[in-house]
């Protein structure tokens, strides 16, 4: 079926390995177990359980499409904005032909699509099964391609845009996977349009072939080390904002601070940034060299300063992760010039 495509001679490549940033929020919050308030612990408890199912849910992902024999290049997390909104993107992938727009949903229960495309989950035994509407993840899904197109269209110019608008919506793909594999899907009443756009995890690199062997435009082919740049692209426009946990959680910002990256009673989570490591420590007018170069927020390796050479905040500066060479961890923290 994919004999007829002309494919790069290269393996996947994941370009931000190492901790996500599901995984960090997930260590600071088990991190305030001990000093959360006792009227949010139960809210505590089930946030980490939903983390966990959402970090699980993910690594399932990251092992189809390494483990997949594709040539593609991915990332994790993308946070981008343009004209003021915003898109979380749980996986962007390259492909030769494409460039596909992952939602990953790790839920427990069944699903159900029906004849209007509404989601429902059904969850519970026999006698106290429940039904509930969910949030369709299609749809939010979406908006965030319709975001990615936004901001490839005003990267460009009149002439450019004007010949982008005939490809956008054939190179950029959404699709829905649902990572538990307990989940059964019933989707037999779905419009075919929303139906073709939720499989499950281990459906996710065929169906990648598959969408690029119908790929019409099959007289070009992205090479590998243009899909890479493609990718990096992206990663050097996102702009990662952590959740508060201490708002969240009724608690102060410098106790919540301090346990979550280890300078409290609670105990040292790897990769967390201290607030030392970004500003001077108070009361020290001169701080020294090492004290201003920030951690790497996904594996807490030191990080150096880069220039962007792509994208919105091309010739800005940022601090990228010093074990890239190496590991391939994608951690950046873009620096706000004033």
Known sequence: MFGCLTLPSHGPVFLNEGATRSELELRKMEALRSVVPDNKKEDLERDIRLAKAGVAGERKIVFEL?????????????????????????FLVVTPYHTVVIECKNLFGDIEIDSTGAFIRAFGRRRGRRREGIYSPVSQNRRHVDLLK?????ESGPVKRLAQRFVLDEYYQS????????????????PLEVREQVIRADQLVDYIKRLDATRSRKDYVETFKGME???????????PQGSDLAARYGMTSARAAATSSGEGDGPSREGAVAPSAVEPRPGKSEPDAAAAVPTCPRCGAPM??????????????????STYGKTRCGGIINVDEG
Request: charged fraction near 25%.
């Open 150 to 154: 936004a901001l490839r269209m005003a």
């Open 229 to 239: 740049a493609r990718c990096r692209r992206w990663q050097e426009m996102s702009s």
């Open 175 to 190: 699709i829905v996977v649902l990572a538990n594999e307990k989940t059964l899907l019933k989707a037999d009443d779905a």
């Open 66 to 90: 390494m483990n997949g024999h594709y040539p593609l290049v991915f990332v994790h997390d993308l946070c981008l904005e343009h004209e003021g909104l915003r898109a979380q993107i749980d």
């Open 304 to 321: 150096v300063l880069r220039t962007a050479r792509y994208g919105a905040r091309k010739g800005k500066n940022f601090w990228g992760c």
